[in-house]
């Protein structure tokens, strides 16, 4: 595989609004935004077509081929750009999943990632939510190979599983977008050391991209959206506003630290137990 050293990455931190058409046209000037910069890769975040409600999944999801992958896969290629495309409500047979699509340059599907780990959460007086209600919960690891290296996708939640991320790495992953929404409980509480330790622990570059936040929201995201580098430093950041912002990461920079800390050639999976 043909290394690109550096590369630039374009987070779209979108405000989502209750009309799907007007959500596809806002994520497809962003993307279009994005190329102007010079990125290669753009991603979307979590229900980037529709409010994180459970009210909406429903009314808004798509069997793949639909109108949002399609736009998305016309985007990538009118751009010439990757794109993870946040995640949006999937129909499949009879099941509904909260999934992410990914794009190469061509426009040709990548990868789907389903939403491994569904949000299922109750803290008493501030916030409870059942993804359960909608979705049914995917069954797969996705890593794909670009012409960069090989990337892992995960959905918000996902992240918070240290042993789905490692095993991303573990497949050669160096670069995990995770697609998110965390809250204003979690999201002050959780959202920085989650990104950070996920990036030190697999010495990845780790790319996360929420919505940005809504206070007229029944779900109030808590934006953002930020990459953290493979020593947990943080590249760049955004507030809580809509957004696009870049980073450039160096698969260079990724050799270095894994040769300087040599973590996971460090691992001793001959005496770790799974319970």
């Known amino acids: 595989m043909k290394l690109k050293n550096d590369i630039k990455i ?3 931190q979108m405000m989502i609004a209750d009309d799907k058409s007007i959500n596809l046209e806002k994520a497809e ?3 279009h935004k994005a190329s102007l910069q010079g990125c ?3 991603i ?4 980037f077509n529709c409010p994180y409600d459970n009210k909406f999944f429903h009314e808004h999801a798509e069997e793949y081929p639909g109108q ?3 736009m998305l896969s016309d985007a990538a290629k009118k751009e010439g750009i990757y794109i993870i495309g946040g995640s949006i409500p999937e129909k499949k047979d009879k099941n509904y999943f ?3 699509f990914s794009f190469d340059r061509e426009g040709l599907l990548l990868g789907i990632h389903r939403k491994i780990h569904l949000f299922d959460i109750n803290i008493k007086g501030k916030i409870q939510f059942s993804e359960s209600k909608t979705f049914t919960p995917g069954k797969e690891i996705t890593a794909f190979d670009t012409e960069f290296c090989t990337t892992g996708v995960a959905i918000c939640y996902d992240m918070r599983f240290p042993e789905l991320i490692r095993s991303m790495s573990l497949l050669g992953a160096k670069i995990i977008f995770v697609p998110a929404a965390f809250n204003m409980i979690t999201g002050p509480a959780h959202w920085h050391i989650t990104n950070r330790c996920r990036a030190l622990d697999n010495q990845v570059y780790f790319v996360s991209v929420s919505p940005a936040r809504n206070e007229k929201s029944k779900y109030i995201a808590y934006g953002h959206s930020m990459v953290t580098d493979p020593w947990g430093q943080t590249v760049v950041e955004a507030d809580e506003k809509e957004s696009i912002i870049f980073a450039s ?3 260079d920079y990724i050799e270095k630290i894994r040769e300087e800390l040599p973590l996971l050639k460090h691992r001793r999976p001959d005496i770790y137990v799974e319970k």
């Open 44 to 47: 979307l975040p979590e229900m």
């Open 40 to 42: 290669d890769i753009a």
């Open 10 to 12: 374009a987070m779209c």
């Open 68 to 70: 949002t992958t399609k």
């Open 249 to 251: 990461i160096s698969m």
């Open 29 to 31: 000037k962003a993307l």
């Open 98 to 100: 909260n999934a992410s």
